[in-house]
């Protein structure tokens, strides 16, 4: 067990739709990373933010974003949503968000879109 | 741009010693990373190596770095059955990390 948790575990929707997937990082941990699995695009860093700021992005599209909350936890807002969203979306965490810091991964949230 | 490959497959007897190798183009990044997911689960850290070190060891575990040829390997000594998983290489430039495709490890009896 990581100490990331991520809700919900498996998420089927349809397209068009819209989803919130949410992401607790570890105790202590200030950065939370979004990475998205899918069989087309393996694994692909999304985005980075650091005590509630955007630090880095990555391959996300405008259709999706993210924020950090006060209380550290992290929301992945995917709207507009097609069928080749369709993948598993992990959440990372790490102490400051520097590369010297290892990041740590929860279990996943699967979506399916139908 | 940056890119990470390594070999999509890998079987192997119990017993054996795995190695399971990459490359990369982005030499900027401090640290490289092996990480390992079992089926149905998430990422797990296995190991880094400090990019300024040739070689690191962990257990059964030895990380290999050439930084001149870009090329990262990971070592599995007296592999077991439980090391099946898919193994991710990742470099680190600045603070995102860039994933491979994933070797998939299969250890037969």
């Known amino acids: 067990d990581s100490g990331v948790t991520q809700t919900p575990k498996h998420l089927i929707t349809a397209t068009g739709q819209r989803v919130t997937l949410r992401c607790s990082p570890r105790?202590?941990?200030?950065?939370v990373y979004w990475y998205q699995q899918s069989l087309d695009q393996g694994l692909q860093f999304l985005i980075q933010y650091y005590n509630g700021e955007e630090r880095a992005k990555g391959n996300i599209l405008e259709r999706f974003s993210a924020q950090q909350f006060p209380d550290l936890h992290s929301e992945l807002n995917l709207s507009s949503l097609e069928l080749g969203d369709s993948a598993l979306y992990f959440c990372a965490s790490s102490v400051d968000g520097t590369p010297g810091h290892q990041q740590y991964f929860g279990p996943g949230t699967r979506l399916t879109v139908t | 741009g940056e890119d990470v490959e390594q070999s999509l497959f890998l079987s192997v007897r119990e017993g054996d010693s795995s190695v399971i190798n990459c490359t990369y183009t982005d030499s900027s990044s401090t640290y490289l990373y092996w990480y390992k997911q079992e089926p149905g689960a998430g990422l797990q850290l296995l190991t880094y190596?400090?990019?300024?070190?040739d070689m690191k060891q962990d257990q059964r575990l030895t990380v290999l770095l050439n930084k001149k040829d870009k090329h990262l390997s990971l070592r599995i000594a007296d592999t077991q059955t439980g090391d099946s998983a898919i193994y991710f290489c990742?470099?680190?430039?600045?603070?995102?990390?860039?994933f491979g495709a994933g070797t998939r490890l299969a250890v037969h009896p």
């Open positions: 990742a470099d680190s430039p600045l603070n995102k990390l860039i």
């Open positions: 190596i400090f990019s300024n070190m």
């Open positions: 105790s202590g941990d200030l950065s």
